[in-house]
């Protein structure tokens, strides 16, 4: 597989990622500005994006290449799972430091947690391809 495919899909993965973020920070900040029906709108825009992506074609296609789902999923556990997973046990923590905390404040936690975890996994990528070309770089010309 080349160099240029597996950055194609690791760029493809950080701006779902980044749009995923935006997606959950405006729900948030919408929900904490007391709008709960203004909440749709970004939930909205999401569904139809994910629509659109499973029936038009060409983009189905492409996003179901091997490198692409793999740098895509890679992608949704940063943003979305292991937030999900860390958010509960943090909250409870914090609960019991600082008394009780309303629920703007744990959905913006969750928030906080998937900009980190795709921070994480932007980082993670840019090592992985720094390493990669300095490999290739290393190897003699034969």
């Known amino acids: 597989m080349s160099t240029r495919s597996k950055l194609r899909a690791?760029?493809?993965?950080?701006v779902e990622?980044?749009?995923?973020?935006?997606i959950t920070w405006s729900s948030f900040w919408l929900g904490f500005?007391?709008?709960p029906l203004w909440c749709l709108v970004p939930i909205t825009l999401g569904s139809i994006t994910i629509a659109v992506t499973?029936?038009?074609r060409p983009w189905a296609l492409a996003l179901s290449r091997y490198r692409v789902r793999l740098s895509r999923v890679e992608m949704l556990w940063h943003?979305?799972?292991i937030p999900s997973l860390l958010a509960m046990p943090l909250w409870m923590i914090l609960e019991r430091l600082f008394g009780p905390?309303?629920?703007e404040?744990?959905?913006?936690?969750?928030?906080?947690?998937?900009l980190s975890g795709w921070c994480v996994y932007v980082l993670t990528q840019l090592i992985k391809r720094s390493f990669q070309s300095l490999r290739l770089n290393r190897k003699p010309a034969a």
Do not use: E, M, N, R
Not at 17 to 22: H, I, Q, S, Y
């Open 54 to 56: 499973f029936l038009y």
């Open 105 to 114: 404040y744990q959905l913006s936690l969750v928030a906080v947690l998937s």
């Open 10 to 14: 690791d760029f493809i993965g950080a």
């Open 101 to 103: 905390i309303t629920p």
């Open 79 to 81: 943003v979305l799972v």
């Open 33 to 35: 500005q007391q709008q």
């Open 17 to 22: 990622g980044a749009f995923w973020l935006v």
